[in-house]
């Protein structure tokens, strides 16, 4: 595992996509996951900017979006769809997505799912980290073989998804997600952590016990982990480049 410890979600977005761009002029057929959420933001405005400048291209790129909600409009407001025909401009070749409005959660579950496997394993899957230590929509609890599925969505990840929803009551109840053992396959591994909400969660995932408590502790089975935090959420790492 490679921890890199920067001084701010600026920072954090340029070294993010520092490594984004430079495996894609590796590889630029690349099979990316893409996460939704805050921490990735900055790093989609960086790429779209060095997209813009022609320093980085992502025109034979695939990208799978590596969770989504179910149970509503394709595209409604709080939706990942909706995030990202808002806030990833890049011109990918083809981004998948789950449906969230697909009539049966399991059959639109098999579809994606044949789709990884055809295209996959992912290249570079790029994550988040949830409050409460998930990876994409792999709540606590989730087994470390898992695969793509629909889940049930935990409150702490409902209620961060309130105000986009425009109240608890409006988030679904279900998710479905790549599973832990799909993000365990991809070739590498990015994980992305910034503020202090994320300090503790973050230590726990990374130093801590290998548990299905923390679904993002199973990384640490990742052989190729790059982990970037700002200070932070680096903050309760004993020796952050550790
Ligand atoms: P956030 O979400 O980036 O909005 O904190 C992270 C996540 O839930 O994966």
New binding site residues.
């Given amino acids: 595992m490679r921890i890199i410890s920067v001084r701010d979600a600026a920072g954090l977005s340029r070294m993010a996509a520092d490594i984004v761009a430079s495996l894609v002029s590796e590889r630029p057929d690349a099979v990316l996951g893409l ?1 939704t ?4 933001l900055g790093l989609y405005s960086e790429l779209a900017k060095r997209e813009r400048a022609g320093a980085a291209g992502f025109s034979r790129v695939m990208a799978f979006a590596v969770d989504e909600f179910y149970g509503v409009l394709q595209g409604a407001p709080g939706t990942n769809a909706a995030y990202f025909a808002a806030r990833v401009t890049l011109g990918v070749k083809e981004l998948h997505q789950f449906r969230s409005d697909a009539p049966d959660p399991d059959a639109e579950c098999r579809r994606f799912a044949a789709l990884l496997l055809s295209h996959g394993p992912l290249d570079l899957v790029i ?4 409050a409460n230590g ?2 994409a929509f792999n709540e606590p609890g989730s087994p470390f073989d898992s695969r793509t599925r629909p889940v049930k969505l935990s409150a702490v ?1 409902r209620r ?1 998804h309130s105000r986009a929803f425009g109240g608890i009551a409006l988030v679904p109840r279900t998710g479905l997600t790549i599973g832990v053992a799909d993000i365990l396959e991809a070739r590498r591994a990015l994980l992305l952590a910034s503020g202090r909400r ?1 300090a503790q969660v973050l230590a726990r995932a990374l130093r801590g016990p290998i548990t299905t408590d923390v679904p993002a502790s199973a990384l640490q089975l990742h052989p190729d982990l790059t982990v970037v935090a700002d200070r932070a959420a680096a903050a309760m790492l004993d020796d952050p480049e550790g």
Avoid at 127 to 130: A, F, M, P, R, S
Wanted: charged share 15%; net charge neutral.
């Fill in positions: 996460p959420g805050d921490t990735p994550l988040g980290i949830g998930h990876i990840t961060a994320k």
